[in-house]
T-cell receptor, first 112, second 113 residues
């Protein structure tokens, strides 16, 4: 079974700072997704990474995928309070796209 | 933009009662999924469904659970006899093809008392 580990689980940072959330997964996966979840809300799709070396950016968030290292990162640049949320990565097992395996989530609190 | 919808948004039920959670996937999607998130924990896969049958299910999806696509639009999750530990947010998702991105609904919060 694919195991997905995120770290850190909690992240408290000041506005304007940079930080990176890490997502490691245990077996071969070519597909990695990042979601944002606000309290009591659904999962909002942020990035879909479908190949080794994929890098995508949206505003202050940038995601990358290294399939050889089985690692994806979500980098936050010059954080703002509005980015406060829980961020999940999810992976699919190669040749079995029936389900997502989610990480435990990183609860980000950006202090004004 | 098309989206997955779920009803009800919140369901409160007593232990031992049956509940049916409803989902309307995006209209041209063919693959449907249910996930569960216990408060404060990660999202867990329950079941995937394609061509009117279950493709895969997790250990959580025991005999108390069933899924159905009763008509061309709805996709339901039934819990036959709810337990306290079934209290969670249940998310429905759908995808156009198996290897396409899954789109999540807003969730149904199930509270079992």
């Amino acid at each position: 079974e694919l195991k997905v580990e995120q770290n850190p689980l909690f992240l408290s940072m000041q506005e304007g700072k940079n930080y990176t959330i890490y997502c490691n997964y245990s077996t071969t996966s070519d597909r990695l997704y990042w979601y944002r979840q606000d309290p009591g809300k659904s999962l909002e799709s942020l990035f879909v990474l479908l190949s080794n070396g994929a890098v995508k950016q949206e505003g202050r968030l940038m995601a990358s995928l290294d399939t050889k290292a089985r690692l994806s990162t979500l980098h936050i640049t010059a954080a703002v309070h509005d980015l406060s949320a829980t961020y999940f990565c999810a992976a699919q097992v190669r040749y079995n796209f029936n389900k997502f395996y989610f990480g435990s989530g990183t609860k980000l609190n950006v202090k004004p | 933009e098309p989206e997955v919808t779920q009803t009800p948004s919140h369901q409160v039920t007593q232990m031992g009662q049956e509940v049916i959670l409803r989902c309307v996937p995006i209209s041209n999607h063919l693959y449907f999924y249910w996930y569960r998130q216990i408060l404060g924990q990660k999202v867990e896969f329950l079941v995937s469904f394609y061509n009117n049958e279950i493709s895969e299910k997790s250990e959580i999806f025991d005999d108390q659970f069933s899924v159905e696509r009763p008509d061309g639009s709805n996709f339901t999750l039934k819990i036959r006899s709810t337990k306290l530990e079934d209290s969670a947010m249940y998310f429905c998702a759908s995808s156009r093809q198996e290897d396409y991105e899954q789109y999540f609904g807003p969730g149904t919060r199930l509270t079992v008392t």
